[in-house]
């Protein structure tokens, strides 16, 4: 059940329509789990610094059950999360940042238990 916060000072109207789709999908793709699980929340215009600037920075912070972790695929989610953000907005890989956070099975909840 990836939950993925994408936080920018990026203002709405510089964000793609479909910037939350596509990022559906391709957090599906590399993570290997079904898209009807993956949650986006997108925050934009929020003030943001960035290595001491203001200029058009992101930071983009998921977690999932038993995905991340030391010697795991960390690197290579977060180059297509890189790839994906500049390429949707212009971003320049060094003003992106990308948190990790696996989150236990039993710390997520996606429906009630009588459904």
């Known amino acids: 059940m990836p939950m993925c916060t994408v936080t920018t000072n990026l203002p709405r109207e510089k964000i793609a329509d479909d910037f939350a789709t596509s990022m559906s999908a391709l957090l599906a793709k590399i993570l ?15 003030l943001v610094s960035c290595a001491g600037s203001l200029d ?3 930071i983009v912070q998921l977690g999932s059950i038993d995905r991340f ?8 989610y977060a180059d297509d999360i890189f790839k994906f953000v500049t390429e949707k907005t212009g971003i320049p890989f060094s003003r992106i940042r990308v948190v990790f956070t696996d989150i236990p099975g039993y ?8 459904q």
């Open 32 to 46: 290997d789990k079904p898209e009807q699980r993956v949650t986006i929340i997108v925050h934009t215009g929020i």
């Open 56 to 58: 058009p920075a992101m």
């Open 69 to 76: 972790g030391e010697n795991r695929n960390n690197q290579k």
């Open 107 to 114: 710390m997520v909840a996606g429906l009630p238990s009588d």
